[in-house]
């Protein structure tokens, strides 16, 4: 083990021994015998790992209170509207909301992108209109608002980047105008870690007159970033990046706004009436919600948001920011390795190449090791493209992942760079 990686172990904040152990033995997944070969989990960023407890919170409700939600008077419906509803509480605690009726439950980002660009800006813009996005956005934050340019005749620009990866705020202000309907950025890049200045973003956006969208899928898990105390408009996560379920996230929205929107499903449990001549909408967050939702995940979202205040919040940032820092040190000594971007501030993911071998040769090597980590474009093409990379090998970190897990990492970059030497 060379001096560097003997050194870290000593960072302060970096859960080691039993404390690492103790997380790590709450994610059923992870928890194999070192016999059996432990699974090194780098892809949290794609999706995380669920904890036992949200898997048994959700097993709870299908095992001992299933029911619809909102429909029926007996005791098992009153149950199951009660656990959808308090984990709303839950996540409307966890973002800050001011209003409970302001978390709109959705698929997760993507769909809350959609909703937004359809039920919000659709109806509101026009040719000579313009939406504002970054180039790190990931597809999800890229596409909604390119085809809601092509549905109105409005224009999509894209905020540069600097070399780094840092949002490049002077080019950010000059693409903001009184034509700018609404900005949409993502709080931390998928691709390469860079947190987004997000204060100066939304007081700019707003002093422009723009409506501020801001992607939370990378954030919600790894810090206390607080757009809505921050001002933002809409806000968005998705559960299954935070330790919850696939299938359920959420979109909070300003109950002005909401409440000026129109539905973006039709269907049952958003409506105060039907007749032959129309029909009366329900308020939001109903409104947004047509359809049997998806309880169980709700259910598991609301657990994973008490997993992750049980885990403390600032402890789980600090332990990350530790390991990213470990990450950072041991792959710039790594010769033939190259970190792609080196944003100012830089969050739970980094990217590199392998010179020489194919991005997909390492992950599938690596595989073969018990380690996963992702490659290719990450959803974020126009980004890669910029950074002159068509694909990429993307470490991202969680609360179960240690130096341990950088050690194994490293030993497996050592094997794949041997065999193609
Ligand atoms: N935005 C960012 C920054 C993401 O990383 C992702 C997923 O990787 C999404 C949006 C889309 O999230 P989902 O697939 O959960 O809808």
Redo the contacts with the bound molecule.
């Keep these: 083990m060379s001096e560097v990686r003997q050194a870290r172990t000593s960072a302060p904040a970096l859960w080691t021994g039993a404390r690492l152990e103790e997380v790590r033995s709450q994610f059923p997944l992870l928890s194999a015998s070192e016999s059996d070969g432990r699974l090194v989990y780098f892809d949290s ?2 999706t995380s790992q669920r904890p036992r407890c949200v898997l048994d919170a959700m097993e709870d409700y299908y095992t001992r209170a299933n029911a619809n939600v909102h429909r029926g008077l007996y005791g098992l419906a009153v149950d199951a509207t009660r656990l959808y509803e308090g984990a709303r509480k839950k996540i409307a605690s966890l973002l800050r909301a001011p209003r409970v009726e302001e978390v709109v439950f959705v ?5 809350a992108v959609n909703l937004v660009a359809q039920s919000y800006l659709r109806p509101r813009v026009g040719p000579g209109d313009e939406i504002l996005i970054t180039l790190l956005e ?1 597809h ?2 890229f596409v909604p608002w390119q085809i809601v340019a092509e549905q109105t005749g409005a224009t999509l620009r894209v905020a540069a980047i600097t070399d780094q990866g840092d949002l490049d705020l002077e080019d950010f202000r000059s693409k903001l105008s009184s034509r700018t309907r609404l900005v949409s950025v ?1 709080a931390t ?2 691709a390469i870690g860079t947190v987004v200045p997000l204060a100066e973003v939304i007081e700019d956006a707003h002093a422009a007159g723009a409506t501020v969208f801001v ?1 939370g ?2 954030s919600a898990a790894h810090g206390d970033l607080d757009p809505v105390g921050l001002g933002a408009d809409f806000y968005a996560i ?1 559960g ?2 935070m330790y919850g379920p696939t299938g359920i ?1 959420v979109v909070w929205g300003r109950f002005d706004l909401l409440s000026e929107m129109p539905p973006y499903q039709g269907g049952g449990d958003m409506i105060r009436e039907v007749r032959l001549d129309g029909v009366d909408f329900a308020a939001p967050p109903q409104l947004f919600e047509a359809g049997t939702p998806n309880i169980a995940g709700a259910v598991g979202l609301g657990r994973a948001v008490e997993f992750l205040e049980e885990l403390g919040p600032q402890a789980l940032v600090a332990h990350e920011k530790a390991l990213l820092e470990v990450l950072v040190r041991d792959l710039e000594s790594f010769e033939g390795v190259r970190i792609v971007g080196s944003p100012t501030h830089r969050a739970s993911v980094l990217s590199f190449v392998m010179e020489g071998v194919h991005a997909q040769d390492v992950a599938t090597l690596l595989d073969h090791e018990g380690i996963c980590i992702r490659v290719g474009h990450h ?1 974020a093409q126009p980004l890669l493209h910029r950074l002159g990379e068509t694909a990429t090998l993307r470490v991202s970190v969680a609360a179960f992942n240690g130096s341990d897990d950088v050690d194994r990492l490293l030993q497996g970059l050592e094997r794949v760079q041997r065999i193609f030497r």
């Excluded at 698929?107 to 769909?111: K, N």
């Design positions: 960023a794609s698929r997760g980002v993507t769909e990931h999800s934050n993502t890049s998928n992607d899928a990378q998705s299954h990046k996230g959803c």
